[in-house]
């Protein structure tokens, strides 16, 4: 736990702007850890191991049960010439009159993962309209589009928030990625800089992959095959899929020898968007350079114990000294998991439950809201 830095003197009227600003949004920040202090996250004994805790959660009875989505609207957004994703979208019959929370899937995932379906229905059930959006290729859409999609491909994201903006005339939306999608949406946010849209009210990022290289090494390591192994599979999968769509745009030859996620990215995807190797894309892709830069009320939850995505990134001082960042952390939870011993009037899906709450509290917040000289953290350790 670290405290809070001091904020600087201002030097112009821009200056104390921003720090007014950022002190409403560290109030806010306060108000959410307060309110997360009372519910800490306690991995039942059966879960308390980190693969346990991430199998468990995606084999967890009823989590594939198909939820009730009839009433849900497909949609297809163009996010570049030639190229369209599908979203499905869940709105109250006064939709403006609703904040929206827009949702991205992780690595292979798609509007169907559990996590999704389960965040849309608790969102839902809490006044949110819900926007889930389908990765470009993904849930079944390689059609829409001749290219891949690679983790660091934010402008896919801009396209559909401005749309929802401008179209819809949305004016309440919150943003939030799970894993890769966590990546995405922190990525957005630093790019948009000191001008964010006004209308992103908040951030979310559950497990994001923050740092792909640091990402790509620990998944490498021989007690996570498994992950690797599913992960590449899919991958593949798509790739033949692509190939049979758009013949003259993939050569397969060399498919059959890639044994890692790695070595995917450097055949396929770093070429495939003018990257010069997989490493540049990894670095060039990852949301940590990006973080510092954030300018709205950004919330990340990860779990120390994640198998495949490390925490260890998560410590870079440019996060601990970004006020508009909260960082949750756990000891336990696993990867996109956070099945949680105590329930108290929720489910079990602590991680889930906590995200709606941010984003019901900052769309209730008030801007006339100060920053509590006394506060304690920006950064809070949960269920130690």
């Known amino acids: 736990m670290s405290a809070l830095v001091e904020l600087p003197q201002p030097q112009n009227e821009n200056e104390r702007q921003d ?13 959410v850890t307060d309110e997360f202090d009372k519910k800490p996250f306690v991995p039942p004994p059966i ?6 805790q991430t199998i468990g959660a995606f084999l967890w ?41 827009v949702a991205w899937h992780g690595l292979e995932g798609s509007t169907n993962s559990a996590y999704m379906l389960s965040i849309a229905e608790k969102a839902y059930g809490a006044g949110f309209n819900v926007v889930r959006v389908n ?14 999609y690679h983790a660091g491909q934010t402008d896919d ?10 179209q819809d005339r949305l004016s309440r939306l919150f943003v939030v990625g799970f894993s890769l999608g966590g990546n995405l949406v922190l ?24 740092d792909l290289r640091a990402s790509c090494d620990l998944t490498n390591q021989p007690r996570n095959w498994l992950y ?26 060399g498919l059959e020898r890639v044994r890692t996620i790695e070595q995917f990215d450097d055949c396929y995807v770093a070429p495939a968007f003018g990257f010069e190797n997989v490493s540049d894309y990894y670095a060039r892709a990852s949301s940590l350079p990006f973080i510092g830069q954030i300018r709205i009320p950004t919330l990340i ?29 756990t000891e336990r939870g696993g990867h996109v998991a956070f099945v949680s011993a105590n329930t108290d009037h929720e489910d079990r899906f602590w991680a889930e439950n906590r995200v709606v709450e941010f984003c019901r509290m900052a769309a209730e917040s008030r801007p006339e809201a100060t920053f509590r000289s006394s506060s304690t953290a920006d950064q809070r350790d949960c269920g130690r």
């Open 135 to 148: 990765v470009r290729n993904c849930g079944a859409t390689e059609h829409l589009t001749p290219t891949l």
């Open 301 to 329: 939850i990860h779990a120390e114990d994640d198998p495949f995505i490390p925490f260890e990134p998560l410590r870079d001082p440019s996060i601990a000294a970004n006020p508009y960042v909260l960082l949750v952390t």
């Open 19 to 31: 720090l007014v600003n950022a002190a409403r949004v560290r109030a806010l920040l306060e108000m």
């Open 157 to 166: 994201l801009r396209a559909v928030i401005a749309e929802l903006i401008e």
């Open 187 to 210: 990525k957005m946010a630093g790019e948009y800089g000191d001008d964010p849209p006004a209308e992103i009210k908040g951030v979310v990022a559950v497990s994001p992959s923050i």
């Open 47 to 52: 879960f308390a191991q980190r693969d346990a």
């Open 61 to 101: 009875p009823g989590r594939f049960r198909r939820r009730d989505d009839s009433g849900d609207e497909a949609r297809l957004f163009a996010v570049e010439p030639g190229t369209r994703v599908l979203a499905h979208c869940r709105w109250h019959a006064q939709r403006t009159d609703h904040a929206t929370l």
């Open 228 to 253: 690797q192994y599913e992960f590449l599979r899919h991958l593949k999968r798509r790739l033949k899929l692509k190939q049979r769509l758009f013949p003259d745009l993939y050569d397969l030859a």
